[in-house]
Nanobody, 129 residues
Framework: QVQLVESGGGLVQAGGSLRLSCAASGRSFSTYLMGWFRQAPGKEREFVAAISWSGGTTYYGDPVKGRFTISRDNAKNTVYLEMNSLKPEDTAVYYC??????????????????????WGQGTQVTVSS
């Protein structure tokens, strides 16, 4: 069983920055594909970013490309999401997710929420205009 705990959310003005963290339990974190998703009120869950087990490959959704950066520290069992140039439309609950298979995937595969077996409770990010 893998437990994921997100932190770092909050209220920020448009143009500002936040860094989210996701701490994972489990011995095999370094083998997991890790992802971030978000869900705004009244909208479907949306892919944000993902990172391969080694950190060598990253994937981003179009709305966040060039503004967000995903990274991981396998020694700390933690994945991060650095969010810059935030916009009001980035307001959402952000979820961390883990795919224990961790196999190399295409961007389309990484974007699929169904491939992730474990999810955190989410952290709220609110961007004011």
């Amino acid at each position: 069983q893998v437990q994921l705990v997100e932190s770092g959310g909050g209220l920020v003005q448009a143009g500002g920055s936040l860094r989210l963290s996701c701490a994972a339990s489990g011995r095999s974190f370094s083998t997991y594909l890790m992802g971030w998703f978000r869900q705004a009120p009244g909208k479907e869950r949306e892919f944000v970013a993902a990172i391969s087990w080694s950190g060598g490959t990253t994937y981003y959704g179009d709305p966040v490309k060039g503004r967000f950066t995903i990274s991981r520290d396998n020694a700390k069992n933690t994945v991060y999401l650095e969010m810059n140039s935030l916009k009001p439309e980035d307001t959402a609950v952000y979820y961390c997710a883990a795919d224990p298979l961790g196999s190399p995937v295409s961007t389309a595969q990484a974007m699929g929420a169904r491939r992730y077996d474990y999810w955190g409770q989410g952290t709220q990010v609110t961007v004011s205009s």
